[in-house]
């Protein structure tokens, strides 16, 4: 329902975006991950038809999203939920959008109700709303023609614990019902218990994507310690394994327990220990995968 094809962006000589390339599939929330300044929005913005890229391409049902006709009754998108008019009250902004988009008028309080706005707060402008409370009529309006798809832009920011837990409710039924969900944040833990696929994007590059078990697996470390190091070390290398010093006798190998306690057998290798090496999961995977690129230190000089 969603094909990015290789999309780049490049302002002057500084490149945003760099060969991005996933897909989204009917049925899933995809949860797109990376810190600020990532990619994320320039990629988003591309899909949407509001940043022409540099080159590649991207789909939605089936074309570029600007070739859609009425294309709010097909692709709901919030990407920015401060866009709305400050002067027009949460009821007239949904009534509106729902005479652009050709739905009835109860649909637009259906979707008020939907997203928990209480009547006191629809008949106030927008401009004296809290963040969260945008939030919840951005995601209104994007729900408001009844779409397959919906795109959404940090849609957590400002919400509160509870009204989290409410929007992976909504997303994760409208996913179960057949839609198709990007999700886009720099917070792994609000879309961690939503998202069916992840795709982890860091200075405008796809680092990593798939389900959390292929991210999980895809990354394998095992941790191991022998009564003998050196031969234990020995089997490891003739194994082919990726081996590295972890203390005084062990070693983190990135393979599963398995294939670790097979070279070790076949060698003869006595072993005091054998473990998963990590514990952070899928958080301490995205944290390595994101993290900025340590800066050579300069060397020290010497004191005369």
Same mark, same amino acid.
Do not use: F
């Given at each position: 329902m969603i094909e990015v094809n290789a999309l780049t962006k490049r302002y002057g000589e500084v490149t945003a975006v760099a060969d991005v390339s996933f897909r989204c599939e009917p049925g899933t929330v995809t949860g797109f991950l990376g810190p600020n300044g990532a990619g994320k929005s320039t990629t988003l913005r591309m899909i949407c038809g509001l940043t022409p890229p540099t080159s590649g391409d991207a789909r939605v049902l089936g074309v570029p999203y600007r070739r859609i006709a009425n294309p709010g009754r097909h692709v709901g998108v919030m990407l920015d939920a401060s866009a709305q008019h400050p002067g027009r009250t949460g009821r007239?902004?949904?009534? !509106?959008?729902?005479?652009? $988009?050709?739905?009835?008028?109860?649909?637009?309080?259906?979707?008020?109700?939907?997203?928990?706005? *209480?009547?006191?707060?629809?008949?106030?402008?927008? =401009?004296?709303?809290? !963040? =969260?409370?945008?939030?919840?009529?951005?995601?209104?309006?994007? +729900?408001? =023609?009844? *779409?397959?798809?919906?795109? $959404?832009?940090? *849609?957590?920011?400002? +919400?509160? *614990?509870? =009204?989290?837990?409410?929007?992976?409710? !909504?997303?994760r039924d409208f996913a179960d019902r057949g839609g198709t969900v990007l999700l886009s944040s720099h917070l792994l833990r609000e879309v961690e218990a939503v998202a069916d696929r992840f795709v982890v994007i860091a200075g405008g590059r796809i680092v990593a994507q798939g389900t959390r078990g292929e991210l999980l697996s895809a990354r394998e470390e095992t941790f191991v310690r022998g009564l003998e190091p050196g031969g234990l070390e020995t089997a490891l290398a003739e194994a082919g394994l990726d081996a590295r010093r972890s203390g005084p006798d062990g070693f983190r190998v990135r393979a599963g327990a398995e294939a670790v306690g097979r070279a070790a057998a076949k060698a003869g290798a006595v072993l005091l220990e054998l473990r998963p090496a990590g514990d952070g999961g899928l958080e301490e995977l995205f944290l390595s995968l994101t993290a900025p690129p340590k800066e050579p230190r300069e060397p020290k000089e010497n004191a005369s």
């Open positions: 007239e902004t949904l009534a !509106l959008a729902a005479r652009l $988009l050709g739905v009835d008028a109860g649909r637009a309080e259906e979707m008020l109700r939907k997203v928990g706005l *209480p009547e006191n707060a629809v008949r106030r402008r927008v =401009g004296g709303y809290s !963040l =969260g409370m945008r939030q919840r009529l951005g995601i209104a309006q994007a +729900l408001l =023609g009844d *779409p397959r798809v919906l795109i $959404l832009d940090e *849609p957590a920011n400002g +919400l509160d *614990p509870e =009204g989290i837990h409410w929007m992976r409710t !909504l997303l």
